[in-house]
Each structure stands twice: as C-alpha cells, then as structure tokens.
C-alpha cells in the first residue's frame, strides 16, 4: 500500500501549532548562534593576518562572540528538543483519540496488523526526526550564514559555491528521490512483517504443531520479508551514501578550482582567499550534516504520511462520544430495547456479494430472556452489533424505552450493556459499578467457581494465566459487578464444561433475570432453549422464526 494523502506536512504545520512561541524563539537562537559562529570565523580569519595578533577589544569580542554560540545554540537545542517531545506525545495522544473514536467498522476495516505499526513505528521514527531538528535547524543557519559571509568576502567566489552547491543539490535531489521510493517499499513490507509476526505470537501452538507451514513461515515469511526490507533499505541508503561522498568531494573541487583562479588572477588581499577557503572547510561539516540527514527526514516524511493516512481514515470520530469526565454508566432504567426494521449491509470487497442482515424487528423487556440462534455466519453476532449501537443500523433504528437511539445520545445508550463477545478481550483491571463492594466480588468469584483461583486486589484480578473457560467466567464477573441493566452473552457457553454450562442456564441466567436484568444470549445449545422467553433464528441475515413467550 503506498496510498499517500496529502497531508503530512499540514498535520506536522498542525502538530506544531501550539509551540510556535518556543519553535520560533529556537530557531531565531538557532540563527544566532550559526551567526556567531560566521562572525567567529571572520574574526580567526582577520587574526590570522593580522600582524600584531588579536587586539584587545577584538579578544573581548571574540570571547563575546563564543559565549553567544554557546548559550544560543544549547537554547535552541532545549528549546527544539522541548517542542519535538511534545509534538511526539500530542501525536500520540491524538492517536490514541482518533481510534478510540473511529467507528467500529472503520478500525476492523484497518486491521490490526496495519495499526500498530502506525502507532509504534511510525511514531517512532517522526520522533528520531525530532532529536534531529535541533542540529538540523543549527546547521541550517550556520550554512546560511558562512555563504553570506563568502558573498560579503567576494562575489564571484560566492557565485562560484553556489554552483557547486547547485551541482550538490540536483545530485541529493535525484538521490532523495530514488532513496524515498526504497524507503516507501520498505515500508510497506514492515506491515506485512508484522502481519508475520502476529501470526507467529498468536499462531505459536499450530506452528510448533506443523512442521511445513512453520517452515513456511519462516522461509516465505519472515526471512523473505526481512530480507526484502533489508536489501530495499541497504540500496535507498547506498544511494544517499553515494551522494554525499561526491557532494563531499565537490568541496575539494572548489577550493581547488578558486586556489587555482587566485594564481591566474591573483587577489589583492589574502584574507578573501583564505577567509574563502576558512569558511568553505567548515561549512562542509554543517552541509553535510544537513546532507547526512536526508534519509532521517526522508523517513519521517513517510511515517508522517502513514499517520497522515491513519488520521484521515479516522477523521469521521463518533459524533458526541465522550472521552473524559463523563459517568461510567448512563443510570438511565430500561423498560423496553427494541430493533425496528433494522438492515445493515457490511462494506462490499471485491469479488464477494456483501453481508446483509435484516430487516429485523424485536422487543425485550426487563426481566426477559432472549435468545438468538442460528447457524455459523447467519449475522447473529451482526445483530447484536446492531443492538449495543456499535454499527449504525443502514435503514430502520434501535429504540430504548420507545425512543430511538440517535448519534448524540448513542453512546450513553452503550453504557446500559454488559457484554461478552465470542472474541472478549479481558482487561485486567475491574471497573465495577459504583456499588461494588470487594465483598460481592469475592461472594461471585465463588459463585463462578473461580475463588481458588482468582482474587481482586486494588481493583485488579490477582491472575488472569486460566483456562479459556475459566477467562470467560472472569469476564462474566462484570455481569454482577458493573451492575448495568441489560446483559449481552455472545456464545458464553461455548467454552463451558457441561456442568457449569448447566449452572449458566439454569442457574446464573435466571437468577439474573430475577434481578430484573434484560439478557440476551446467542446460543447454539438448543437443549437449554427453553430457558429463554423469546427466541429469534436467523437464517443468512433474514428471522426464519420468532417464538414468543406463552
Ligand atoms: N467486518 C466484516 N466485514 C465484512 N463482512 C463481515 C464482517 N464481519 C462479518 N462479516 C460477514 O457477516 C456474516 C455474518 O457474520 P456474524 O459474525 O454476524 O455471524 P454469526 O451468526 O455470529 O456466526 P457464528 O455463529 O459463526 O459466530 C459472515 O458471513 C461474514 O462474512
């Protein structure tokens, strides 16, 4: 993938915004001290052929002119410094915002294996490009002003290195830009490296129990990837290398080339051909620290791309979803949950007829069981999707107590759930409802069975190194402990030994129901279907049956 949207350097312009005091202050240092250093050489350079040596007032100057350079360029350094590590941690913050504002289909669109890189990587390579900027800025500046001191020296010398720089630039151009193509390829396959290594951190137990597929792995994988970004990046920096060496070379060329004119044409005052010749060696150092850090800047430019991508993929946050200081759960009491003419039509991918689900229409009261059946891949766990107000229904709409769910009360509508999904993830830390005492969790955990095995301490579980069906009965504590009205249980079961699959259905859900809670359950254990008060079968998107209470 090397979509590239334009705009990387509008989000750095963005990024930086709030720092253009101290970005400006550091740079005008950054310019100082690059000054000083010019008129440092100037002053060396008129010592030098001055017969009594420096005079007094010139030393003091001199002296003047070293404490200058010193304390401007270690300002800017901070200054520059200061702001590339905020600039780095707003990036991250407003990272972490964008996705955990971005519409649920958008980041299962992205894919994990695409994500992290992003906010990892690519993040970490715009900060290298932020302990650059100080120097770079340095350099910059002192470049700047050795080539006004060569042009206030002699105009037709300056003429002369501005050739050669010109020379220097196309070649660095022309370098850049092949090197930029390496850099964006590599990339690109750092994506699919890490596609790779999730396969192997999550996929451990299968590979090590199949020898051709992890040799596979290894060999078309990971080695193939790893070498292919290897030998990209080798040849985008050999081309860099190859550029500066002859850059470097061309300073060599135009010393030589004005030593050489000086003796056709020879000056009246030395201090031009050595002041020339002064300022020239020491720009090469600046120069090429400034031609040196292309490939930093090169680098950056991608990373910043990539964000740029991310964010504008993410650039359609849920409207009114609440970030900070909002209540943990919305209190609001359900009387009724209802889905009316709901459909919903997954993005269509090329080659394949896309999803529907719906239309589908249901009411569930507190109180009441729910069940939602059918076969793999009918839209059962779509449905609920639709329910918990994580997908925007395409027609139809969720109603609470008969008012429709819209964008601005949504998200509060979500925090009157508590839900396992098939594919749950389990955080460590317990964030139960206002009214859970430690008691309680130790009364439940008891009553999951998990006692033994699991305690809360400061607000976390003890463990969570358990049997997949063991994580799932943790995940099910939240049912008790955040206390929230409506309960959603994605296969809960599935995982479950007969006996404690027993103790769910005739056991926990009841005893939850007689607490008033409204559950839902999708379920292929048709034995316990008479637990249930309603009963809904999906058949490919579509209700084939409805089974009301008697
Ligand atoms: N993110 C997605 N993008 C596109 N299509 C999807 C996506 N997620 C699911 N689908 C499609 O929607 C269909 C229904 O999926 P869903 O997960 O709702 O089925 P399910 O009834 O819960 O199945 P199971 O019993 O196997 O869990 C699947 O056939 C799948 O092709």
């Known amino acids: 993938m090397s979509h590239q949207p334009p705009g990387a350097l509008r989000q750095l312009l963005g990024l930086l915004r709030p720092f253009w005091p101290t970005v400006s202050v550091a740079t005008l240092l950054g310019m100082l001290g690059g000054l000083s250093i010019t008129a440092l050489l100037a002053t060396i350079n008129n010592g030098l052929h001055n017969e009594g040596g420096l005079q007094q007032g010139v030393v003091l100057a001199f002296i003047g002119l070293c404490v200058v350079a010193l304390l401007s360029s270690i300002c800017s350094d901070i200054g520059t410094n200061y702001v590339g590590q905020h600039v780095i941690a707003a990036l991250r913050k407003q990272l972490g915002e964008k996705v955990l504002a971005a519409p649920i289909e958008q980041i299962e669109q992205y894919r994990s294996h695409r994500l992290i890189p992003v906010l990892t990587h690519d993040v970490d390579t715009v900060s290298d490009f932020a302990y650059v900027f100080a120097p770079l800025a340095i350099s910059l500046t002192v470049t700047l002003g050795c080539l006004g001191y060569l042009a206030y020296l002699s105009l037709p010398m300056f003429l002369l290195v501005l050739v050669a720089i010109g020379i220097g630039s196309v070649i660095q151009y022309a370098a850049r830009a092949k090197g930029i193509r390496g850099f964006v390829a590599a990339r690109d396959a750092e994506d699919q490296l890490q596609k790779h290594y999730q396969a192997i951190a999550e996929g451990a137990k299968e590979l090590r129990i199949h020898r051709t597929r992890r040799q596979r792995m290894l060999n078309h994988g990971i080695r193939a990837t790893a070498d292919g970004i290897r030998d990209t990046q080798v040849r985008s920096i050999n081309t860099f290398v190859i550029a500066k060496s002859l850059g470097s070379m061309l300073f060599f060329l135009v010393i030589g080339l004005a030593l050489t004119l000086q003796s056709m044409w020879p ?209 099910l504590l939240n049912a008790w402990l955040e206390g929230r009205p409506v309960l959603v249980f994605d296969e809960w079961a599935a995982d479950q030994d007969p006996t404690f699959r027993k103790v769910f259905y005739t056991e926990l859900l009841p005893d939850l129901k007689r607490l008033g809670k409204t559950i839902i359950v999708i379920s292929h254990d048709d034995r316990y279907f008479p637990v249930a008060d309603q009963l809904l079968r999906l058949e490919r998107g579509r209700v084939v049956a409805e089974t009301e209470p008697a």
């Open 267 to 475: 000056a009246n005052d030395k201090t031009v051909i050595s002041g020339f010749v002064l300022v020239l060696l020491y720009m090469k150092g600046p120069l090429e620290h400034l031609i040196t850090t292309l490939p930093i800047v090169s680098k950056a430019q991608i990373a910043l791309r990539r964000i740029a991508e991310l964010s504008e993929r993410f650039s359609s946050p849920e409207p009114h979803l609440l970030l900070e200081n909002a209540p943990g759960s919305s209190g609001q009491a359900v009387n009724s949950l209802e889905l009316v003419d709901v459909t919903y039509t997954y993005p269509a991918s090329p080659g394949v007829e896309p999803f529907s689900v719906g239309p589908v229409s249901f009411k569930v009261q507190p109180g009441e069981i729910l069940f939602i059946v059918g076969g793999n891949g009918c839209g059962k766990t779509t449905l609920i999707k639709l329910l918990l107000g994580l997908y925007e229904p395409s027609q139809g709409h969720v109603a609470v107590n008969g008012q429709a769910v819209v964008a601005s009360t949504r998200d509060d509508y979500r925090q009157l759930f508590t839900t396992v999904f098939a594919d749950y993830y389990l955080f460590d830390e317990v964030i139960g409802g206002e009214q859970a005492a430690p008691d309680d969790a130790q009364k439940y955990l008891a009553r999951l069975q998990l006692a033994h095995k699991v305690q809360l301490l400061d607000g976390a579980f003890s463990t969570t190194d358990l049997s997949t069906g063991q994580r799932k009965r943790l995940a």
